[in-house]
């Protein structure tokens, strides 16, 4: 685990860590483990990382939503939502926050994350837009980024899942997020030559501002 600590971002701001690619459950029980052992004086964390081929079913999650997994494991995890496919070529993005420290509750943070998805496209002059019904930033009706969160004694973890650059296929193996036939999208698609490694400053850039505003 690589810290990487953006010297203009005061220190009361959450450290930034880049994973790298790595495998979902333990990424996962470090992430519970974390929110257990902190205390009022942790600094708050935010991990950035590429995923391998999983995928994760929410708490309140229906199987039937899981159509082929094939060769994909299917992994039950403890954050809202349904399922969603994480893999190489996304951005996933984790905040481990106290949330009281940036005064928000749990509408805010994810129309924060959701935020800082729509104005990091925005330098392409991509229009992003989030949904109340279905929360995510979508582009032409096409789910970008999927967002979902488990809030323990006023902290959160899980985060977001940005799509970069991949292998859009196994979408078609579940209903995202619990949707029949919803359509997802990356970058690529959208003519943007870049990887997540590089997304992942942008993107943690704008996510800092947002927070940095509301302390």
Avoid at 82 to 105: A, D, I, M, N, S
Avoid at 113 to 140: F, H, K, M, Q, S
Avoid at 183 to 191: E, S, T
Avoid at 195 to 210: D, M, R, V, W
Wanted: hydrophobic content about 40%.
């Amino acid at each position: 685990m690589q810290d990487l600590l953006n010297p203009s971002i005061d220190s009361a701001m959450p450290l930034l860590k880049w994973l790298g690619r790595v495998p979902y459950e333990p990424t996962w029980r470090a992430m519970q483990a974390f929110t257990s052992g902190r205390n009022i004086h942790t600094r708050d964390e935010i991990w950035f990382l590429e995923h391998e081929p999983v995928f994760t079913l929410g708490m309140n999650g229906k199987p039937e939503h899981v159509l082929a997994a094939g060769d994909i494991p299917v992994i039950n995890i403890d954050r809202g939502g349904q399922v969603t496919y994480h893999g190489p070529g996304q951005l996933v993005v984790y905040p481990l926050l106290e949330l009281r420290r940036f005064k928000l509750g749990v509408r805010d943070l994810v129309m924060a994350l959701e935020n800082a998805v729509i104005e990091t496209v925005a330098e392409w002059n991509i229009r992003a837009e989030a949904r109340r019904d279905a929360p995510g930033v979508y582009v032409e009706n096409k789910k970008l980024a999927s967002i979902g969160l488990r809030i323990r004694r006023g902290c959160c973890y899980h985060g977001v899942a940005f799509n970069v650059a991949m292998d859009l296929s196994p979408f078609d193996r579940i209903n995202p997020c619990g949707y029949q036939g919803l359509q997802v999208i990356d970058l690529a698609q959208l003519n943007v030559n870049i990887t997540p490694l590089q997304l992942y400053e942008k993107f943690a850039n704008k996510l800092c501002a947002i927070l940095n505003a509301r302390k």
